[in-house]
């Protein structure tokens, strides 16, 4: 295969709609860092750029939602017979497929991300977090990867369902009964042969077993404890050709077999199509896959419904890297609120984030952009939801927004002023926000506000528990980064500066958060503070907004934010030295306190320096007196 064949290979499925990424030649291994092309699908202009710098890559196609790509890895022949047992036949389906090194590749449609990725007894389902290795490269041994059917040539067909059957249903009898754990941990024997006609027909009527029942029953007992065991008693009264009952030896060698054939215990449907009537009879009939699915405590479930449960081998394994939008802050997925008072600029600040990653550009530089280019975003589409400002509104500030940063027309943000109510607790009004999702496929939605979205809902009802859950579904299934901008709570007496206290509404709406930003401006300056962080530990930090308006007119014509200083710039030694300076020579009550310090640290909002001062509060050289109307009165201790 000439290497111009490889580049324009590569280049033919990034404009099919696969991520792709190079990869070292006759390797599997990645040629860049390639976490953010899980996100975002790289550029025919990148494509054609990498093949020029290194004319031998072998090709990577990234799998799950950003390639809307699962692919069927076969990598041996015990993954066909995992799948003729699951009663999957792949070539039904007429679809992409490709010769590995030593198997098959079977390219599917997922849109929906039903599916994941997972390994299976001789092969694997790979989706998101994953890439396999595209035609024509080079395998590291030597062959050719070739296409028997192309994605250029053939559409892709949606993934079957039944795959999921491999997830959660199939046993490799030698990850139990082999070197991996010993046979007393191996439980459940006499819950598979009392609970298992089968197992009750073969104790009484040995000599009417034919051979396919024999084989079904010894695949059923080896995982269990004492399996083995029960395996030669029962080989006992099973008579060969009517003449002779197996010896140990021939018992053993059955057993071999299984082990090394057999990729799990066979069905009940095996059984029932290999002669035995009796299974009409049994009380798991329509629950259980095979036999061994009686016994719970060996913990491969009778359990068909739709969750997955995973255990500590899962935990324990290596997983993908976490992708973020925003690095080391917002991850995919995952849902995001923002909150704070009117006029706090919550929304202005979401709209600079959005903007900053629909670029792929530093969110919150510093005034010299070169030395400080802010937080790195990965580019990513957007779309922005707007029940709150109207078409009009949002032009005008998204424009603005936009000419700040110098974009163009073709970039990834998309906003919708939504005319159409949407009750986020409301199965047809999620199913037209999926409708949409679809359509315009971002990996960043903002919702603005969440109140517009909870329909006839009481905010501080329990009814939010099903929006909030509605979203959080919508998210993961989506792999989307939700941001939603909420209100502060108030009280009696104006809005409150209670940590506990500051989102409205009912306590669901945080639970379903992975990360909460409180919204708090004095001026120009945003101290944004988290309140809840699930994925990464955020500290807080700051945001000076700018703007300048068109000339002879209010109307804005650029704007955005700049970072500044951080409260971890700010010392305790600033502090304290400041709250001195500020007493040197007079009594100030709180109030007056916090506006001399406001004056000296413009960048610090009161409810943080509020916070600085109550640390001083026991500190000897500050003597602490109660005033007119019982305020606290500060004051330095006198020599």
């Not at 939801?385 to 936009?402: V, Y």
Request: proline letters at 5%; charged letters at 20%.
């Amino acid at each position: 295969m000439t290497t111009q064949s490889l580049s324009e290979s590569a280049l033919q499925l990034a404009q099919q709609g696969f991520s792709v990424i190079p990869l070292k030649p006759r390797s599997k291994e990645p040629l860049i860092q390639w976490a953010k092309y899980q996100a975002i699908r790289a550029s025919e202009e990148q494509v054609r750029e990498w093949w020029t710098m290194q004319p031998d890559a072998n090709i990577g196609v990234v799998t799950g939602q950003v390639s809307g790509l699962v692919v069927v890895d076969i990598d041996s022949q015990e993954g066909y017979q995992t799948l003729e047992m699951a009663e999957i036949d792949l070539s039904d389906f007429i679809t992409p497929s490709a010769r590995t090194g030593r198997g098959m590749h079977y390219y599917f449609q997922d849109p929906d991300n039903a599916i994941g990725s997972f390994r299976f007894h001789g092969g694997d389902v790979k989706s998101d977090g994953g890439y396999v290795v595209a035609p024509p490269s080079i395998h590291p041994n030597g062959p050719l990867y070739e296409w028997i059917t192309s994605p250029v040539d053939i559409g892709l067909e949606y993934v079957p369902i039944k795959l999921l059957s491999l997830r959660s249903g199939s046993i490799n009898l030698n990850s139990m009964a082999g070197t991996g754990i010993s046979e007393e941990d191996r439980p459940g024997l006499e819950q598979v042969l009392s609970g298992c006609v089968l197992f009750k027909f073969a104790a009484e009527n040995p000599n009417e077993m034919n051979e396919r029942l024999w084989y079904a029953s010894i695949t059923n007992l080896i995982p269990l404890k004492n399996g083995r065991q029960k395996i030669h008693e029962l080989s006992k009264g099973y008579n060969i050709d009517d003449t002779r009952s197996y010896s140990y030896e021939e018992t053993e060698a059955k057993i071999s077999h299984a082990l090394k054939d057999a990729p799990g215990p066979h069905s009940c449907r095996y059984i029932q199509e290999s002669g035995f009537q009796g299974c009409s009879t049994c009380e798991y009939l329509g629950r259980i896959k095979n036999p061994i699915s009686i016994s719970y405590e060996a913990g491969q479930g009778a359990y068909t419904g739709p969750y997955q449960v995973y255990t500590l081998a899962d935990a324990l394994s290596v997983h993908p890297p976490m992708v973020y939008v925003v690095d080391e802050i917002i991850p995919l997925p995952s849902l995001t609120i923002v909150y704070g008072a009117p006029g706090s600029r919550k929304s202005m600040l979401v709209a600079d984030l959005a903007f900053a990653i629909a670029q792929g550009s530093g969110w919150l530089p510093g005034e010299n952009s070169e030395l400080s280019p802010g937080i790195k975003t990965t580019t990513a589409a957007v779309l922005w939801l707007d029940f709150d400002m109207g078409p009009i509104p949002c032009q005008k500030r998204f424009s603005a927004f936009a000419r700040a940063r110098g974009m163009t027309a073709d970039a990834p943000y998309y906003y919708c002023s939504m005319s159409a109510s949407l009750d986020a607790g409301n199965t047809e009004s999620v199913r037209q926000l999926e409708n949409l999702l679809r359509a315009y496929t971002p990996k960043v939605m903002v919702i603005d506000t969440l109140s517009a979205i909870r329909g006839s809902a009481d905010e501080n009802s329990s009814l939010m528990s099903g929006l909030m859950t509605n979203l959080r579904r919508v998210t993961e299934k989506f792999g989307l980064a939700t941001i939603i901008i909420h209100h502060q709570t108030k009280g009696s007496n104006g809005f409150s500066t209670n940590a506990a206290e500051k989102l409205r509404g009912h306590s669901s709406i945080m639970a379903a958060a992975d990360l909460a930003l409180f919204i708090e401006t004095n001026g120009t300056i945003s101290m944004v503070t988290p309140t809840k962080c699930r994925h990464a530990e955020v500290e807080p930090f700051e945001a000076k907004f700018w703007f300048e308006h068109i000339e002879d007119t209010k109307e804005l014509k650029t704007a955005g934010f700049t970072g500044v200083r951080t409260k971890a710039t700010i010392s305790k030694e600033d502090i304290f030295q400041g709250i001195m300076a500020c007493l040197a020579d007079r009594e100030l009550n709180q109030t007056q306190l916090l506006e001399q310090l406001q004056g000296k640290f413009p960048a610090a909002t009161k409810t943080w320096l509020k916070d600085q001062i109550s640390m001083y509060k026991e500190d000897p050289r500050i003597r602490i007196t109660k005033g007119a109307n019982n305020a606290t009165v500060f004051a330095l201790v006198s020599d």
